[in-house]
């Protein structure tokens, strides 16, 4: 029996004591269920809003903003290009300006479609040149002496033929016999269609 109060026994008989109390201790903190107590979290007061008043005399100082330097704006927006062949060929045409250095000027004109009647009338600077054309397939016109600046030769349709409307190519020649100038008119009768040669 000595042996069991020895301090070896002793020592031995503390050391399974304090096992046994820790691992009873530990059963209980880690039990079958972990639990955590959660922290509410606070929220922070926010303060209140208050209504701000402004003093209108206050924007009347204030002056808008104005771009200074430019120029007005003039754009047109385009409209919407004419299909109608009927209402096109009821309105003058104008087919521009050509200069030239020559001293005369050859013009020439046909029927390029259909050979239906059409008839013209050929101006020179507002002077009647040519009184009344028949127009066919073969090329015939007249030569001009050219002036100093502008020469305007008017062509105007005395009738439209069986189809309408008056139709006819023209070619305009330098006395090189270069093509300076070529189109076609479509004009109902009574309208012109006018080119500017231009003496340099």
């Known amino acids: 029996m000595k042996q069991y109060f020895s301090f070896k026994g002793q020592f031995f008989v503390l050391a399974f004591v304090f096992g046994m109390f820790t691992t009873a201790f530990?059963?209980?903190?880690?039990?079958?269920?972990?639990?955590?107590k959660?922290?509410?979290?606070?929220k922070k007061k926010e303060a209140p809003i208050k209504d701000v008043k402004f003093?209108?005399?206050?924007?009347?100082?204030?002056?808008?903003?104005?771009?200074?330097?430019?120029?007005?704006?003039?754009?047109?927006?385009?409209?919407?290009?004419?299909?109608?062949a009927e209402k096109l060929a009821k309105r003058d045409q104008d087919f521009g300006v050509v200069k030239t250095a020559s001293?005369?000027?050859?013009?020439?004109?046909r029927d390029a479609a259909y050979v239906d009647g059409d008839k013209v009338r050929v101006f020179l600077n507002y002077v009647i040149v040519q009184p009344e054309v028949l127009l066919d397939g073969e090329v015939q016109g007249f030569d001009v002496e050219l002036v100093k600046g502008v020469n305007r030769i008017d062509i105007e349709a005395l009738?439209?033929?069986?189809?309408?409307?008056?139709?006819?190519?023209?070619?305009?020649?330098?006395?090189?016999?270069?093509?300076?100038?070529?189109?076609?008119?479509?004009?109902?009768?009574?309208?012109?269609?006018?080119?500017?040669?231009?003496?340099?």
């Not at 959660?38 to 606070?42: E, G, N, R």
Request: proline share 3%; hydrophobic share 30%; no cysteine.
């Open 38 to 42: 959660a922290t509410p979290v606070k």
């Open 159 to 200: 009738n439209e033929g069986y189809a309408a409307p008056n139709t006819a190519e023209f070619k305009i020649y330098n006395d090189k016999g270069e093509v300076i100038s070529s189109n076609q008119w479509n004009i109902a009768q009574g309208y012109k269609a006018t080119i500017i040669v231009e003496k340099e």
């Open 26 to 36: 530990s059963q209980e903190e880690f039990g079958s269920e972990f639990k955590v």
């Open 55 to 84: 003093n209108t005399k206050d924007f009347e100082k204030i002056k808008a903003y104005e771009i200074t330097g430019l120029e007005k704006n003039t754009f047109v927006v385009p409209q919407k290009e004419e299909k109608d």
């Open 103 to 109: 001293g005369t000027a050859k013009v020439r004109y």
